[in-house]
């Protein structure tokens, strides 16, 4: 059974900075193309960040790049996102999700599995 946990959510004020992990259990993250997403309140579920199965490429939303990263341990099996300057636009719950195996970071449509969501909270 495929379990992805995430931690790190929170409340920071604005220009702060967070990191969330996403534990995964059942399944082997160096053999996935990982990603984030996030869901604010009222709005649909949008692409955050995505990195390829091999690990060496990334991927981001327009809106988080330059101020988030996606990183990878494989002994640990844990996916984490370092999030800074955050802005309270970027309050939202925060999904971890294994997307396909062996696939590239911008193949990041239709994940196979869905961790539960960690709420992040920013604060002017």
């Known amino acids: 059974q495929v379990q992805l946990v995430e931690s790190g959510g929170g409340l920071v004020q604005a220009g702060g900075s967070l990191r969330l992990s996403c534990a995964a259990s059942?399944?082997?993250?160096?053999?996935?193309?990982m990603g984030w997403f996030r869901q604010a309140p009222g709005k649909e579920r949008e692409f955050v960040t995505g990195i390829s199965w091999r690990g060496v490429s990334t991927y981001y939303a327009d809106s988080v790049k330059g101020r988030f990263t996606i990183s990878r341990d494989n002994a640990k099996n844990t996916v984490y996102l370092l999030m800074n300057s955050l802005k309270p636009d970027d309050t939202a719950v925060y999904y971890c999700?294994?997307?396909?195996?062996?696939?590239?970071?911008?193949?990041?449509?239709?994940?196979?599995?869905w961790g539960q969501g960690t709420q992040v909270t920013v604060s002017s």
């Open positions: 059942g399944l082997t993250v160096s053999t996935y193309a």
């Open positions: 999700a294994a997307v396909k195996p062996y696939a590239a970071a911008q193949a990041m449509g239709d994940p196979d599995y």
